[in-house]
């Protein structure tokens, strides 16, 4: 089956770091396009970053710029989300997802990804 399944979630200080992990299973990751979407509690789905199948191109929203950093291993099937400089406002379920129909592109819409994580919590306060 397909399948996406995120790790690495956890509780840190303000400043901390955290590495997340999205491994797929049931398919061949390199033919998609991987993004990462948050979500608060009471709030819209939104998007982090996504990265092109290939990892040829990333993107970031503007609030994590310079502090997070997507990356893919495609011979281990697995993207990775490594935030850094963590603040209380990242906290929020993360999300991996795959597009297979975007592939080489990059997009922050829920309805272009695929595949879905259940999530992992990531809570930053002191």
């Known amino acids: 089956q397909f399948q996406l399944v995120e790790s690495g979630g956890n509780s840190v200080q303000p400043g901390g770091s955290l590495r997340l992990s999205c491994a797929a299973s049931?398919?061949?990751?390199?033919?998609?396009?991987v993004a990462w979407f948050l979500q608060a509690p009471g709030d819209e789905r939104e998007g982090v970053s996504c990265?092109?199948?290939?990892?040829?191109?990333?993107y970031y929203i503007d609030p994590v710029k310079g502090r997070f950093t997507t990356s893919r291993d495609n011979a281990a099937n697995m993207v990775y989300l490594q935030m850094n400089n963590l603040k209380p406002e990242d906290t929020a379920v993360y999300y991996c997802?795959?597009?297979?129909?975007?592939?080489?592109?990059?997009?922050?819409?829920?309805?272009?990804?695929?595949?879905w994580g259940r999530g992992t919590q990531v809570t930053v306060s002191s």
């Open positions: 997802a795959a597009s297979w129909n975007i592939q080489a592109l990059c997009a922050m819409r829920p309805r272009e990804y695929d595949i």
């Open positions: 990265i092109t199948n290939s990892g040829g191109w990333e």
């Open positions: 049931g398919f061949t990751l390199e033919y998609y396009a």
